[in-house]
């Protein structure tokens, strides 16, 4: 599961635990709620953080859950995945910045939800990025491919797709997928803390920083139903 906490003028959301953090709909529920609570006092903070405990920021959806009953494994891949999207929308329509600072191994769904934040600081002594479907054999949706397309730059898309590469943290950067690199898991934290102080000074408008992402990223927009409502209040005067 996951905690939340307010610090600084930050809320910071943990990935609670030792465990692999996979993402079943009790897990998926509890991040949803972390995050509604947090979307409604956007006003209050500069930023989200979400990080994790343990060796594991997430280790995908949980394909256990998946198979448990046989008879109804279809239906509840079928509910699996409509949570997650769910996760991702919600991580999309954030009012202020987010930040996923990977401190452990995040893979396929955990991986996507990094990509899903604004940021991705990781931490350089523990864990890789790695997408896992080309070697386990499940296929991605396009709107959750959106969100990878938009993310990872087009030179790395097969190696990280197609070829299921593994990257470290120092990879991950030359890369261009995760922003900065950071010793150990609380100078990851810390820097993801000062980063969003720093942004909190800017005093930016909640509303125009959602629209201004749906904007930059007008394949996840569409491809997950994302709705820009109203004008920007950057050009109401137009």
């Not at 600081?121 to 959106?146: A, K, N, Q, T």
Request: overall charge positive; charged content about 20%; proline content about 3%.
């Amino acid at each position: 599961m996951c905690s939340l906490e307010k610090r600084d003028g930050v809320f910071i959301l943990t990935l609670s635990g030792e465990g692999e953090h996979r993402l079943n709909p009790a897990s998926i529920d509890s991040i949803l709620s972390a995050l509604a609570h947090v979307n409604e006092n956007a006003h209050l903070v500069s930023a989200l953080i979400t990080t994790n405990d343990g060796k594991f920021f997430s280790n995908g959806l949980d394909l256990q859950w998946v198979s448990e009953f046989s008879s109804s494994r279809e239906s509840r891949s079928q509910i699996l995945g409509l949570k997650y999207a769910q996760l991702l929308v919600a991580v999309m329509e954030l009012k202020l910045p987010s930040i996923a600072a990977v401190c452990g191994h995040a893979s396929a769904g955990g991986f996507i939800f990094a990509l899903a934040h604004d940021y991705r600081f990781m931490r350089r002594d523990r864990g890789f990025l790695y997408m896992s479907e080309v070697d386990v054999g499940i296929s991605i949706p396009p709107s959750v491919m959106s969100i990878i397309r938009s993310k990872v730059g087009s030179r790395h898309l097969t190696e990280v797709l197609l070829g299921g590469r593994k990257y470290t943290a120092p990879m991950a950067f030359k890369a261009g997928i995760v922003d900065s690199v950071h010793e150990n898991s609380g100078e990851t934290l810390q820097a993801a803390m000062d980063a969003s102080v720093k942004m909190g000074k800017r005093n930016w408008n909640k509303e125009a920083y959602l629209q201004l992402r749906f904007s930059l990223f007008p394949e996840v927009t569409e491809k997950l139903g994302l709705r820009l409502k109203g004008r920007s209040p950057l050009l109401s005067s137009l």
